[in-house]
């Protein structure tokens, strides 16, 4: 194994203790109502996920997504009505090809697309909610601090 695949191989540890700062746009409708339930349920989900409620994802634009980065976020995830129940038709859609287009981005600029994510949730499903916020925790509490925030 020469040097160069000796490096690549071996991962980058997150610092110890890390806790990642991950931002959610989450819609009014499904997503934050999910989130609202539960907490009414008390159903436990991380507490370094900072929720923005957006009036539908339709509103969150590329530059949104790359400022969160940009202002200290880990990892940022969009969590959208299911495709087909959009309140405002076709927003989840406008949000899908813009968390593509912003994923691209990341790459480009050695942040990494893995840490920006998509999710389309109903309001009943506050289950999915937690594992939604459990899975963006753990992938980047695994990945370390963004690049960005590295000193
Ligand atoms: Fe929920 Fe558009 S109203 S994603």
């Known amino acids: 194994m020469s040097d160069h695949q000796e490096q690549v191989a071996v991962k980058e540890k997150p610092a110890e203790g890390f806790v990642p700062k991950i931002v959610a746009f989450t819609c009014n409708f499904c997503a934050y109502a999910a989130a609202d339930l539960a907490g009414s349920t008390r159903t436990e989900y991380p507490v ?3 929720l923005i409620r957006v009036p539908c994802t ?3 634009d590329v530059v949104h997504l790359l ?14 009505c ?32 893995r840490r920006l994510e998509m999710f389309n949730l109903s ?29």
């Open 48 to 50: 370094n996920i900072k």
């Open 82 to 113: 299911l495709e087909g129940n959009c309140h405002f038709a076709e927003g989840n859609y406008w949000a899908k090809r813009r968390v593509r287009y912003a994923k691209k981005i990341l790459d480009e600029i050695g942040v990494g697309s």
């Open 67 to 80: 400022k969160a980065f940009e202002h200290g976020a880990d990892g940022v995830y969009v969590a959208g």
């Open 123 to 151: 309001a009943a499903m506050f289950g999915r909610f937690v594992e939604v916020a459990n899975i963006m925790n753990d992938r980047i509490t695994e990945m370390g601090p963004s690049p960005l925030n590295k000193k």
């Open 58 to 60: 339709g509103r969150v």
